[in-house]
């Protein structure tokens, strides 16, 4: 059964492992996953704890679905307090990583203190080993994997790897799975590093029973036909996320030169019909490979064509990497795209983040802030390829001024660099945004204001705001599985009804998280996919709990409201640009210079911003200051928290 | 009539890799998802982006049939398929060693051999894959379909080399 999956307690600095059950009645509150880990992180760590330090508990896991036969329960999420941000750490990833673990009996992990010498954690079927990584230490994220495989002899042990920016504390460090499959944001890479811990092993062969399996399978069957069906789906399934920045640039929705531009211009050589090509000429017409049991098939497999990395295998690029290596700094080139891509992943580095910083260090660059006597002669300009691909390396292995400073992340350099340098910073809460640019849209820049992990598209953007739905239809899916009384408009450029949107989205995300399912499986892109009507169905097949769509919804609030006091017990506000939810003044300040009529001009309003800040509170029950009411504590049944019951 | 000489045709190259034909097959079979009872497994060379689905070929001249010292192992001409007789079996895993494509597996929980029986005639890995790297066809088309997908390459070729040579 799914529910027999375990947690385990793993001390690095004393060796000790404790493994326990998962308590049905945490289920019910929390179900497993992001959901359970925010209990997990708020419950196992003290205030104030230094992210990268051993009392920072690391805590992996898998949803309560993962690798039943549901549709995509790949994913695996991690969670620490994050040495980017200060705040909330949380990743997501794809690839085979979580099921393996849950065929090896677990569902969570909560890994803390430090190790004394690098090692690595061999989990099999119910047993949990530490062993001496001095060998793997130093190498790359795929190196390392092929390197435990070889090592314990096994092709079919799944890793959770860090490279060597997470070995070097690289605040932005992501966790890699398979070749491309990266928990990127919030830094748990350098949370691993810091303990001295460069992967976890997974191998399962234990059964994971299914409560109703002749109903699961043809329940799945009808769930995947409805997934497939969706033509966003059947894109994805072709030219991959690519084609998100694809239709984003043309409209005017790219951030380009940092935050000068919203479009790039002469782009045509990273348009997803070209990467596209460089996908069929050197893998062949089939090269779009799949994730645990997904059929959405995204990830387009390629080899570099030219330059210094030609030949080299990877997979992607995603429309991140578009933006972090093609539209932020300007160089919209594939070559440059691809490469960027793949030193990344080899590194073990969040390619957003990366690519954003290179492209603020660029413009601090243009504007004399930094110059090349902090470079150590590297032109930043804008534009130049070269200096960005020298940039992501010496980021990794924090070489020179510049890197080593934008290594610890924007804030912190923007410390370093001073004078107004914290201005042209395009971040919330530490993170810097996605390559995407909210200005024409409202209810998207509300969503990264106040995503928990910081500027954040995966947390609650209402992505389908964008595609001008009938408000008929709108309120038939934001009215679901709790009524919505008050408007909502299909304009994405206006601020009715956004604040409720951006609700509705963070509470389905969490949904999907704590599931273990993917979100090109639910409300994300696509306006018909699943949510929480379709999912007591799943959970019942194959779980045997039976839930209503009403409390799906009430624990997904629940386990938001757990990320949420996390981040306001270690000093999140409503306003502070460093802690707060709220954006740099160049989303209130700058109109969009180019794009479509709907965008150009556009900035956001920022009375109208705070006035749907105001109502996102209201709908989550916080007061005017973002905390939560009493009343909504004892609604979500938090108002005991800390309760240390796991 | 429909014919029920069909056979499990695999195209690697259109494989993702998603391995949701191992998740169906164990829970059809089994109840459970565990991909070591799965009786169809996907092979991967990971850097080099290939995945490669392995299942039973259901052997004209089976070596399992040949070396089962038990004589549990059967050919089902109804379906075209060899079976293992449980009743017989006594579990020495000689199949296992002797099949050339690893299609028999072990299984450790319930100490048996293990093999794809094509679903009696509805396999739910070919149901479940949506790109079709998996297909049931008639055993006569096989040639055909290979054929075609093979012309298809050459034209492509060929198309190239007139270009070239125009």
């Known amino acids: 059964m799914a529910l027999d999956r375990k947690i385990a307690y793993i001390n690095l600095t004393t060796g000790d492992v404790t493994v326990k059950p998962i308590p049905l009645d945490i289920r019910k509150k929390f179900i497993g996953g992001r959901g359970l880990d925010a209990y997990l992180l708020l419950n196992h760590s003290k205030k104030g704890c230094d992210p990268l330090g051993p009392a920072n508990p690391l805590i992996v896991s898998g949803g309560i679905l993962t690798a039943t036969c549901a549709s995509a329960t790949a994913r695996t999420h991690i969670m620490a307090k994050s040495p980017l941000t200060g705040l909330l750490g949380s990743a997501n990833m794809g690839g085979f990583f979580a099921p393996e673990m849950a065929w090896a009996g677990f569902h969570h992990l909560v890994i803390k203190g430090k190790a004394k010498k690098p090692v690595y954690l061999f989990i099999k079927n119910g047993s949990i080993e530490i062993r001496d990584a001095g060998n793997i230490w130093g190498k790359t994220t795929t190196d390392t994997q092929w390197a435990i495989q070889e090592e314990l002899n096994d092709k079919e042990i799944k890793s959770l790897v860090i490279g060597p920016a997470g070995e070097n504390l690289v605040t932005f460090a992501n966790v890699m799975t398979g070749i491309k499959n990266a928990g990127g944001r919030t830094g748990m890479g350098a949370v691993m590093g810091s303990k001295n811990l460069k992967a976890i092993a997974c191998r399962g062969t234990m059964d994971i029973k299914i409560a109703h399996p002749v109903e699961a399978l043809e329940y799945n069957k009808r769930f995947i036909d409805q997934i497939t069906s969706a033509k966003v789906n059947k894109t994805q399934g072709t030219l991959g996320t690519p084609m998100i920045w694809g239709a984003t640039n043309s409209w005017g929705g790219v951030r380009t030169r940092n935050f000068q531009y919203n479009q790039c211009e002469y782009a045509d050589d990273i348009e997803p019909e070209n990467l596209d090509e460089i996908c069929n000429d050197t893998i062949g017409p089939y090269h779009m490979a799949g994730c645990f049991g997904c059929q959405v098939h995204c990830r387009a497999q390629y080899r570099i064509p030219s330059g210094p990395f030609a030949g080299r295998y990877d997979e992607g690029p995603e429309y991140t990497s578009q933006g972090a290596f093609g539209g932020e700094p300007d160089t919209p080139r594939a070559e440059t795209v691809l490469a960027g891509n793949h030193l990344v992943d080899q590194y073990g580095m969040d390619n957003l983040e990366v690519g954003s910083l290179i492209s603020w260090a660029m413009e601090l660059y243009e504007e004399g802030i930094i110059t090349n006597k902090d470079t150590d002669g590297l032109d930043l300009n804008f534009g130049n390829d070269e200096a960005l691909l020298e940039m992501v390396e010496r980021i990794c292995y924090r070489k020179g001024k510049v890197a080593n400073a934008l290594a610890d992340g924007g804030i912190p350099a923007s410390k370093i660099f001073g004078k107004n340098s914290f201005d042209y910073l395009i971040q919330v809460k530490g993170m810097s945004n996605l390559h995407s640019d909210e200005r024409a849209t409202p209810g998207l820049a509300l969503n990264i204001a106040t995503a928990s992990r910081g500027s954040d598209h995966l947390r609650s953007r209402p992505a389908i705001d964008l595609y001008h739905l009938p408000e008929k239809v709108l309120h038939k899916i934001y009215g679901n599985p709790v009524s919505y009384k008050g408007k909502l408009s299909s304009e994405h450029t206006e601020y009715v009804g956004k604040a409720w949107q951006v609700f509705w989205q963070e509470n389905c995300y969490m949904g999907v998280d704590c599931l273990g399912i993917c979100k090109y499986h639910t409300t994300f892109l696509g306006a018909t996919l699943p949510n929480f009507e379709d999912w007591p169905k799943v959970l019942y097949y194959n779980t045997g709990i039976e839930f209503t769509p009403e409390e799906l919804w009430d624990i997904a609030e629940r386990c938001n409201m757990i990320e949420r006091l996390f981040n306001l017990r270690e000093g999140l506000t409503r306003d502070d640009l460093e802690k707060g939810d709220m954006l740099n003044h160049r989303y209130f300040d700058e109109p969009c210079r180019r794009g479509a009529p709907d965008v150009v001009g556009m900035k956001i309003d920022k009375k109208k911003f705070i006035k749907m800040i105001d109502e996102f509170y209201e709908h989550k029950g916080l007061d005017k200051k973002g905390h939560p009411k009493p009343e909504t504590l004892k609604r979500l049944k938090l108002e005991n928290e800390p309760s240390h019951l796991l | ?166």
């Not at chain 2, 998996?134 to 070729?157: F, G, P």
């Open chain 2, 1 to 166: 009539m429909e014919t029920k000489d069909k056979v499990l045709m695999t195209s690697p190259e259109k494989c993702t890799g998603c391995r949701l034909c191992e998740l169906v097959c164990a829970v059809k079979h089994h109840g459970a998802s565990n991909p070591s009872r799965s009786r169809i497994r996907v092979m991967k060379w990971e850097m080099d982006g290939v995945y490669i689905p392995m299942a039973c070929q259901q052997c004209q001249d089976a070596p399992c049939m040949g070396v089962c010292p038990a004589n549990a192992i059967f050919r089902n001409d109804e379906l075209n398929k060899i079976e293992v007789d449980y009743d017989k079996c006594i579990g020495c895993r000689s199949c296992v060693a002797v099949c050339p494509f690893g299609a028999m597996g072990f299984n450790s929980i319930d100490r048996q051999v293990f093999k794809c029986d094509l679903c009696d005639g509805e396999p739910q890995c070919v149901r479940f894959c949506e790109v079709q790297a998996l297909e049931y066809v008639d055993a006569d088309d096989v040639a055909v379909l290979k054929k075609q997908t093979a012309a298809k390459k050459l034209h492509a070729t060929s198309h190239k080399v007139a270009l070239k040579s125009a």
